[in-house]
Antibody
Framework: QVQLEQPGAEVKKPGASVKVSCKAS????????IHWARQAPGQGLEWMGW????????SSAQKFQGRVILTREKSMSTAYMELSGLTSNDTAVYYC???????????????????WGRGTLVTVSS | SFVLTQPPSISVAPGQTATISCEGI??????VHWYQQKPGQAPVVVVY???DRPSGIPERFSGSHSGNTATLTISRVDAGDGADYYC???????????FGTGTKVTVL
């Protein structure tokens, strides 16, 4: 069955970086985009970006450009989201989710998130 | 920036119909997707590409859109439908994916 495995939690200090992993199994990793979204405590969902595991191409939200790096390791079927310059405002649950690729290079129109990981709680605290 | 506005909360009696709106400029031009999120869980897609349902999602869930409003309709609501619901589009001009502000559905 499809799985997107994420670590349960990370604790970081202000100014540090966090790198969250998302290990895929149960499907062909190269056929689906991986998106990242976050949810601050008691708040709504916020889209961060996506990576095309086949090409390595990425797109990220303007809010996070310059601060987020999306990568993948094909041999391990794992995607990574690294966020730098952490502040307390970055405390949130970070989700990875897959989106059908349809053989395309870009995840735009009709790109929906059909399976989500359980999320990683990142706490930023001094 | 492109904003998708949803009512913060709605209440509906069991057996009745819940209607959740998602307002955004010209949202009728975009493919709209809807997710259900229960407390402590990851979101689950319930409608994609405006009106398609993934396998396993009851026919009671339906979607539509026109003009500046997209709508998720849940017919014959039951207690298990109580959750937060989010709309989602890819805004082509900004090349950004955007989630709606979210709606908490309470089943009375």
């Amino acid at each position: 069955q499809v799985q997107l495995e994420q670590p349960g939690a990370e604790v970081k200090k202000p100014g540090a970086s966090v790198k969250v992993s998302c290990k895929a199994s149960g499907y062909n990793f190269l056929d689906y985009f991986i998106h990242w979204a976050r949810q601050a405590p008691g708040q709504g969902l916020e889209w961060m970006g996506w990576i095309n595991p086949k090409s390595g191409g990425t797109s990220s939200a303007q809010k996070f450009q310059g601060r987020v790096i999306l990568t993948r390791e094909k041999s391990m079927s794992t995607a990574y989201m690294e966020l730098s310059g952490l502040t307390s405002n970055d405390t949130a649950v970070y989700y990875c989710a897959r989106a059908p690729g349809y053989g395309r290079a870009y995840c735009g129109a009709d790109c929906y998130l059909d399976f989500w990981g359980r999320g990683t709680l990142v706490t930023v605290s001094s | 920036s492109f904003v998708l506005t949803q009512p913060p909360s709605i209440s509906v009696a069991p057996g009745q119909t819940a209607t959740i709106s998602c307002e955004g400029i010209n949202i009728g031009h975009y493919d709209v997707h809807w997710y259900q999120q229960k407390p402590g869980q990851a979101p689950v897609v319930v409608v994609y590409d405006d009106s398609d349902r993934p396998s396993g999602i009851p026919e009671r869930f339906s979607g539509s859109h026109s003009g500046n409003t997209a709508t998720l309709t849940i017919s014959r609501v039951d207690a298990g439908d109580g959750a937060d619901y989010y709309c989602h589009v890819w805004h082509s001009r900004a090349d950004q994916h955007v989630f709606g502000t979210g709606t908490k559905v309470t089943v009375l």
